[in-house]
């Protein structure tokens, strides 16, 4: 029998049971184990133990930081075993990983001396089964907040968690779990106190941290903040294969009310030289950037040429449609693969369109299904297909530019390059082809996976060029 299903014995009632499991899912979606040179690393930033401090690990999984914040206290001698728990805490809300805190906090104090009785006595009063967010206090307490507190976006937090939170948790704080968390210790830190955390990148480059980097700046700033490498900061992320990096791209951040970089709405792009792209023009002083739309489940707004031709779609109904993968050789787009069928919301299309979208609407998916019957979810009848146009791929490690011909509509919100210059434009291909949008979409874009970022409309708007 696993742990979550030993935990459900103990349920007295369904909702019991169904918080234990929430709880036990957002533990499986979010225990990233820290690296013990990771702690040691960010506990090197911080005074503690030796200014006699309080310092809490508000998300303390299996006790990586506490075990070794403790190791640290007790080789220099610094507290009695009676202080140990009013200057050391770790909460955390799993009970199995809560069992597992206490148990290395317990194998430490052993390792300094301490009988086993003694050792559990003490690891039960500095590790908390607690939920920091619902049970913290709102005040100060605390002179240091070390650790990794857990991120995972809000719509993927269970239903029942996600409703406790509301209630404790404010609107600014509220996209990310980790975001609550860092509002929290910020609320609790006494002054001169410090937020020493691992946290994924997104923390200070997202738009939807932009309102908690705000009301953090209010009392904070940034003291120090590195890049980790996802593969060596984590020995256990998450529940996938061993060896395999985590789904985040990690920084060490160190915040406290003398950091020297202020934080605020604006992102923030840790080690990034902004000089080096000083003086040039960026994208949308040059041309227009535009969102290829998205028209819902293929095979609905979206028809291959032989489908148009046995539904007796009429041309004048039709445009080219290219995405991802009409891309061929790196640079350049392939055979026609597929039409758009393009309607107006005020005017109804013609009896083959009709009878199309009737036979083939069952098919789309919920989030396409709005508005206007006949309309695609977001529609693309105003636009102007009359240019030449550069389609750039959301999704890329190095920024590129595919040639579009008149009358073709990027998709799936791949973007688009309008310029009526096409002069211009070759120049623009030119750039983003270069060793400095390069670099700078390395700088800037969002980090995935094997080496990829993504390139947001607005980003590739700020994205400087250097024309020839």
């Known amino acids: 029998m696993d742990d979550n299903n030993n935990l459900l014995l103990f349920a007295e009632n369904d909702h019991d049971a169904a918080r234990i499991e929430a709880i036990d899912q957002l533990h499986n979606a979010t225990n990233y184990y820290t690296a013990d040179a990771v702690v040691e690393q960010l506990l090197d930033h911080l005074d503690w133990p030796h200014d006699r401090g309080r310092m809490i690990d508000a998300s303390c999984g299996a006790g990586a930081f506490i075990a070794i914040a403790l190791t640290r206290a007790l080789a220099a001698r610094v507290?009695?075993?009676?202080?140990?728990?009013?200057?050391?805490?770790?909460?955390?809300?799993?009970?199995f990983a809560c069992a597992q805190a206490r148990a290395r906090v317990a194998s430490v104090l052993i390792s300094f001396g301490r009988t086993a009785g003694v050792a559990a006595k003490i690891a039960e009063q500095i590790i908390h089964n607690k939920d920091f967010l619902t049970e913290a206090p709102t005040e100060a307490r605390w002179h240091y907040?070390?650790?990794?507190?857990?991120?995972?976006?809000?719509?993927?937090?269970?239903?029942?968690?996600?409703?406790?939170?509301?209630?404790?948790?404010?609107?600014?704080?509220?996209?990310?779990?980790a975001h609550g968390f860092l509002d929290r210790a910020a609320r609790t830190l006494f002054d001169g106190g410090k937020i020493g955390v691992v946290v994924a990148d997104r923390i200070l480059i997202n738009s939807t941290a932009g309102a908690?980097?705000?009301?953090?700046?209010?009392?904070?700033?940034?003291?120090?903040v590195e890049r980790l490498d996802a593969t060596t900061a984590f020995f256990r992320p998450k529940q996938r294969?061993?060896?395999t990096p985590a789904r985040v791209h990690p920084l060490l951040?160190?915040?406290?009310?003398?950091?020297a970089v202020p934080l605020t709405k604006e992102p923030i792009y840790p080690g990034v030289d902004e000089t080096e792209y000083a003086g040039l023009p960026t994208l949308q002083e040059l041309a227009q950037v535009r969102l290829g739309s998205w028209l819902g489940t293929e095979g609905v707004f979206t028809v291959t040429p032989e489908q148009a031709a046995a539904r007796g779609i009429p041309l004048e109904a039709l445009v080219h449609a290219v995405d991802i993968d009409d891309i061929v050789d790196g640079d350049k787009l392939g055979p026609l693969k597929r039409y758009a069928i393009r309607t107006h919301p005020d005017h109804r299309p013609c009896d083959a369109v009709m009878a199309h979208l009737d036979a083939t609407?069952?098919?789309?998916a919920e989030a396409g299904k709005k508005g206007v019957y006949w309309c695609p979810p977001e529609r693309f009848h105003a636009r102007d297909l009359s240019q030449v146009t550069l389609m750039v791929p959301r999704i890329a490690k190095t920024p590129r530019a595919i040639w579009v011909q008149p009358n073709t509509l990027p998709i799936n919100h791949n973007l688009s390059i309008v310029?009526?210059?096409l002069e211009l434009l070759a120049k623009i291909e030119r750039a983003l082809r270069g060793d400095l949008a390069a670099k700078w979409l390395h700088d800037h874009a969002p980090r995935i996976e094997g080496g990829f970022h993504s390139l947001e409309t607005n980003l590739l708007r700020r994205m400087p060029i250097q024309l020839d």
């Open 79 to 95: 507290f009695t075993d009676s202080e140990l728990p009013h200057h050391l805490e770790g909460w955390e809300l799993h009970p």
């Open 419 to 421: 310029s009526g210059d």
């Open 241 to 243: 294969r061993k060896g």
């Open 145 to 177: 907040h070390c650790g990794n507190p857990p991120y995972i976006r809000a719509a993927n937090i269970p239903q029942i968690l996600r409703d406790e939170y509301a209630g404790h948790v404010p609107k600014y704080a509220s996209a990310d779990l």
């Open 253 to 259: 951040l160190v915040m406290s009310p003398t950091g």
């Open 361 to 364: 609407m069952h098919l789309m």
């Open 212 to 224: 908690l980097r705000e009301a953090l700046g209010t009392r904070l700033g940034i003291e120090h």
